[in-house]
């Protein structure tokens, strides 16, 4: 059964660029419902954990080192069809293939530093928004 909830995180370039009230007015815009947010930094441990789905792959040291730089913004959605929905807001991960007007197009640099994390599926939005959030953060 499909929830209404998801993940995302706006990694540390967006923070850097200075690109966070415009991508969070673009999420509000799209009809989404901040049910939890929060500014942290990611500790290595934090972020090897996090991303270990890719820890065989070449790019994971450069990801976790990415990841941790500088602080990022962590939050939970909430909307009919989240997920998906979310995940065509932000556009394809390299943002020379994402859609005109998707959050990955307007403030993505590459393919690595591409602004913003969104969750690939229901459960996944879960573990990783319970990763980040306890359960009286979440509203």
């Known amino acids: 059964m499909a929830t209404n909830r998801t993940f995302t995180m706006l990694k540390p370039d967006s923070l850097e660029k200075g690109n966070t009230g415009a991508i969070l007015e673009k999420i509000n815009a799209a009809g989404f419902r901040i049910v939890a947010m929060k500014m942290t930094q990611m500790s290595t ?3 090897e954990t996090f991303y270990a789905v890719h820890n065989e792959r070449p790019f994971f040291g450069e990801l976790v080192e990415y990841m941790t730089r500088g602080p990022i913004v962590a939050a939970i959605l909430e909307k009919d069809n989240a997920v998906e929905d979310f995940r065509t807001l932000i556009g394809a991960t390299n943002p020379a293939d994402a859609a005109e007007g998707t959050i990955r197009k307007l403030y993505a640099a590459s393919m690595g530093e591409n602004a ?24």
Request: charged letters at 35%; glycine letters at 12%.
């Open 116 to 139: 913003v994390h969104g969750s690939d599926s229901d459960e996944n939005a879960e573990i990783e928004g319970n990763f980040h959030f306890s359960g009286r953060e979440q509203f």
């Open 45 to 47: 441990k934090d972020a």
